[in-house]
């Protein structure tokens, strides 16, 4: 495969409100597949996650990421004026994954059939369950719906588990990474929505269009060589009162995505 554009994703403060064009505007019947690969890497070396895998962390320690996943919520494509919702909510679980040597792609993926050919310029979705959807529970769910899953759901806190980062530190330095860490996010506040403006996605009759998404688990993490989460003294999120560790990871998805359109 071959890297045509590379593009970072912008942290949004609010839903943009577009209107939703006619088939006719993108050909009436004339539709192409959409596939999104992800790829769960840590740092600029590019190695993907992995339970066994050891990674620097600021602090001087070395830790593992064995966990990774998340909502993705109301995913779409558009122009200025149109838009196409792609879907109301997926989930994906970016941990362990495995690479095609072959394609360079990894078994992580999201495919969408019949979406409207034509011209989009932008790529948008937000991380975690939107506020309409998060007001329901698994119960109001069809079993195909990944929101139909209680265990994606807290009861105690009426929200949906927006995503889950858990992994292993090595405090002790001797190759034990005994130390546990798990930052779960949820509730309206921590919902955030990025956006990949200037992104041009072309969908063709009958043809399937292929992105990479890159996200960068340091960047979930870290911010500066003095700017990090403190895993050592703040291993858990998981309650209302951890609200100030789940904004500081909601809040730095928009710097840890990237986007490449891909080609043969």
């Given amino acids: 495969m071959k890297n045509l554009f590379l593009y970072s994703l912008l942290l949004l403060s609010s839903l943009f409100l577009i209107s939703c064009g006619d ?13 999104i690969f992800f790829e769960p890497v840590y740092g600029d070396s590019g190695d993907l996650i992995n339970r066994t895998s050891n990674f620097d962390y600021p602090d001087g320690h070395e830790i593992r990421i064995v966990v990774s996943e998340l909502f993705l919520g109301d995913l779409k494509v558009g122009t200025g004026s149109e838009e196409f919702i792609l ?12 690479l095609d040597q072959s394609s360079g792609l990894t078994d992580k993926f999201i495919a969408f059939d019949n979406v409207p050919a034509g011209a989009y310029n932008f790529l948008e979705f937000g991380i975690g369950v939107p506020p309409a959807l998060n007001a329901m529970n698994p119960s109001d769910f069809g079993s195909t719906n990944p929101l139909s899953q ?52 072309e969908i063709r009759s009958g043809e399937t269009t ?47 995505f990237t986007l490449q359109l891909l080609t043969d």
């Fill in 87 to 98: 879907s109301d909510i997926e989930y994906i679980d970016l941990s362990d994954p495995v």
């Fill in 23 to 35: 088939d006719d505007d993108n050909g009436a019947d004339a539709v192409g597949t959409l596939e």
């Fill in 210 to 256: 292929r992105i990479k998404l890159t996200i960068d688990h340091n960047k979930l993490l870290v911010r500066g060589a003095d700017d990090y989460m403190d895993i050592e003294n703040k291993p858990a999120a998981h309650s209302t009162g951890h609200l100030d560790i789940m904004n500081y990871l909601a809040d730095n998805y928009g710097s840890a």
């Fill in 150 to 201: 209680s265990s994606l759901y807290w009861d105690a806190w009426d929200s949906y588990i927006f995503s889950k980062l858990e992994g292993r530190m090595d405090l002790a330095g001797d190759g034990s990474f005994s130390h546990l860490f798990a930052y779960h996010s949820g509730g309206d506040e921590v919902y955030r929505i990025l956006q990949a403006q200037n992104f041009p996605v």
